[in-house]
């Protein structure tokens, strides 16, 4: 039985105030009820990350870094390595979301080492994978998500795959307001998921989590999650609002 997990994504969003305001408006105004059975985390900006995850200490929200480097420490000017994040108490890393690899110029190379650092360093990653929107035209949804899923697991044994969470977002939905209908997010996790079990085995494709991103709002939420194989919720614009965040947890749970 896979725990439903939401996790909020504020991207480069929030000051020294509003990152604590809403992270605080998150914890009240959650979850006694769903917090019990949803996982939940937030993910703000490397700068607020210490101040967040403290605001949050008492409370069962995770808090997850939007990225990590591949080496633990060194002449990486400008670089935030995974046991530094760990140190802060951060629980969860982003590796390979969409911006980074359509904005930054990631690769599946470059996150295939993230991911490893991430678990190398102790945090749980969340694998991001989605095809664009002409991909998605021609009919290339599994190839690339094939193609993302191969190259940033490889080399990775099946314990350390299962600390992964699987993150499908379109690209074509993220920021733009389409989402996905819920048959073509459960098609395509249904995908993932039977290819997780052809690359690994049974019980770490029943057990690994895969959460659609891209426009998820309160009201779409709940048919999203309503689907067998979507797991949670990978939230960007709606996280940045304490309300939305909490009424997405809540269909979820
Ligand atoms: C995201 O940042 O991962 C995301 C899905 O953003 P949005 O919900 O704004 O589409």
């Known amino acids: 039985m896979r725990k439903p997990f939401v996790a909020g994504n504020w991207k480069m969003n929030t000051d020294s105030h509003t990152s604590i305001s809403l992270a605080e408006s998150i914890v009240s105004g959650s979850l006694e009820t769903a917090g019990q059975s949803v996982s939940v985390a937030v993910c703000p900006p490397f700068v607020y990350l210490q101040a967040v995850a403290k605001a949050l200490s008492a409370s069962s929200i995770a808090v997850g870094a939007q990225d990590i480097y591949i080496e633990s ?7 935030i390595s995974a046991s530094m994040l760990k140190d802060i108490g951060c629980t969860y890393a982003l590796c390979g979301h969409s911006e980074r690899r359509h904005v930054l110029g990631e690769t599946d190379e470059l996150i295939n080492k993230k991911v490893t650092a991430a678990i190398g360093g ?21 190839e690339v998500v094939t193609r993302q899923i191969k190259n940033c697991l490889a080399g990775l044994s099946i314990e350390k795959v299962s600390a992964v969470t699987i993150a499908y977002e379109p690209v074509w939905a993220i920021g733009t307001g389409l989402t996905a209908t819920p048959q073509q997010a459960q098609e395509a996790h249904d995908f993932v998921r039977k290819l997780l079990l052809q690359m690994y085995d049974a019980q770490l494709a029943e057990e690994i989590r895969i959460l659609y991103g891209g ?12 689907e067998q194989d979507i797991d949670g919720l990978l939230v960007g614009g709606a996280s940045l609002s304490a309300d939305d965040f909490i ?3 809540q269909a979820a749970a």
């Not at 426009?215 to 309503?226: E, T």
């Open 247 to 249: 009424a997405i947890i």
């Open 73 to 79: 420490q060194g002449a990486f000017t400008g670089e």
């Open 215 to 226: 426009s998820v709002k309160p009201g779409n939420a709940g048919d999203l999650m309503a």
């Open 122 to 142: 102790g945090l749980l990653p969340i694998l991001c994978v989605g095809e664009l929107l002409a991909e998605r035209e021609a009919s290339r949804t599994n």
